[in-house]
């Protein structure tokens, strides 16, 4: 297995809109997501963070550039094997939960796992598992319009976790949250990441948060640059 787990190489995007005609977001952005490695991103708003966090995770496609994920070469591949790796090696999580209303939290975790090939009882028992190390086990059976703030992104966290990926992708987690509980819920996400010993590439604009991890990149005028 390859010790880089997320290789991004020479990513640039362009969106064509009104005025002014093209905004260039990505510029030539190279990044490496070594196995185990937490990297903080930052960036001004509007600076394409949500767009680079989207190509990495194969959610949308760059005009030019590659996404390694795992080992696999996802770019130039059909839309039916871009999907597979990211349902296997790719978590998301949103600033907002995005967890669908009408399921419990524990459905909400069982249910990619089950698009995933896992059995009903396996996916359950792991879905368990996940809400008992976030503390939220109690609230299983609940719908997230019962859950808090925090408690949601919690079981958005475990959601993204489900299938064991190889790399976690995060655009602002903790953004919606008052302060104390963002600190919590942080820590929580932290914890988890560590844990499975995964690689997580998380956009915060909390200076404190990103000082938790083991570096921190800039998004600024198109790429990444270092920061310390
Ligand atoms: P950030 O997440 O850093 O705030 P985004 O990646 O959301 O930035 O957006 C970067 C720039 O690209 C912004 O100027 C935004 O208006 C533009 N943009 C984002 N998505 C689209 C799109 N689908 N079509 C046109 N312009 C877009």
Known sequence: MSDVALRLTGL????????????????????????????????????????????????????????EVAGQVASGTSDRKRTGIRR??????????????????????????LANGASEAAAKDRAMQLLDRVGVAARAGHRPAALSGGEQQRVAFCRALANVPRVLLADEPTGN????????VFEALM????????????????????ARMDRMVRLENGVLKPVG
């Open 191 to 210: 914890s988890l990441v560590r844990e499975a010993g995964l690689s997580a590439l998380i956009a915060t604009h909390n200076l404190d948060l990103a």
């Open 88 to 113: 296997q090696d790719v978590g998301f999580v949103y600033q907002f939960h995005h967890l669908l209303p009408e399921f419990t939290a524990l459905e909400n975790i069982v249910l990619p796992q």
């Open 12 to 67: 640039t995007k362009t969106y064509l809109q009104g005025t002014p005609a093209e905004v260039q977001v990505l510029r030539g952005v190279d990044l490496e997501l070594r196995a185990g490695e937490a990297v903080a991103l930052v960036a001004p708003s509007g600076a394409g963070k949500s767009t680079l966090l989207h190509i990495a995770g194969l959610l949308d496609t760059p005009d030019q550039g590659t996404v």
């Open 177 to 184: 949250l008052d302060p104390g509980t963002s600190d919590q």
